[in-house]
Nanobody, 117 residues
């Protein structure tokens, strides 16, 4: 089970740090990923990090603003209204996971809401 926390409401330009807690699972390899989904839009990948390798990959629209840490938390700086969405933590394997394709992820959290005004 993956459980996200740290979401909330923030003004544009502000920061939030999202955490992902794992229970009942042993994830020793693969990738951690963060995704988001706004109402009426498809789920999109935000950031991934190789477990053990540390290899990171970011969506173009968050590069330089978001950072996925070794502990799989997601630091979000200089937030914009368009970053508002439900954010999901996920665990996956393979190149699809690295490249933030949802098909590469088999474990998902329930999400935490981020609202930027």
């Amino acid at each position: 089970q993956l459980v996200e926390s740290g979401g909330g409401s923030v003004q544009a330009g502000g920061s939030l740090r999202l955490s992902c807690t794992v229970s009942g699972l042993t994830i020793g390899s693969g990738y951690w990923g963060w995704f988001r989904q706004a109402p009426g839009k498809e789920r999109e990948g935000v950031a991934s990090r190789g477990i053990g390798t540390g290899t990171t990959y970011y969506a173009d629209n968050v590069k330089g603003r978001f950072t996925i840490s070794p502990d799989k938390s997601l630091q979000m700086d200089n937030l914009k209204p368009e970053d508002s969405a439900m954010y999901y933590c996920a665990a996956g394997r393979g190149v699809d996971a690295h490249l933030l394709r949802p098909s590469g992820y088999g474990y998902w959290g329930q999400g935490t809401q981020v609202t930027v005004s």
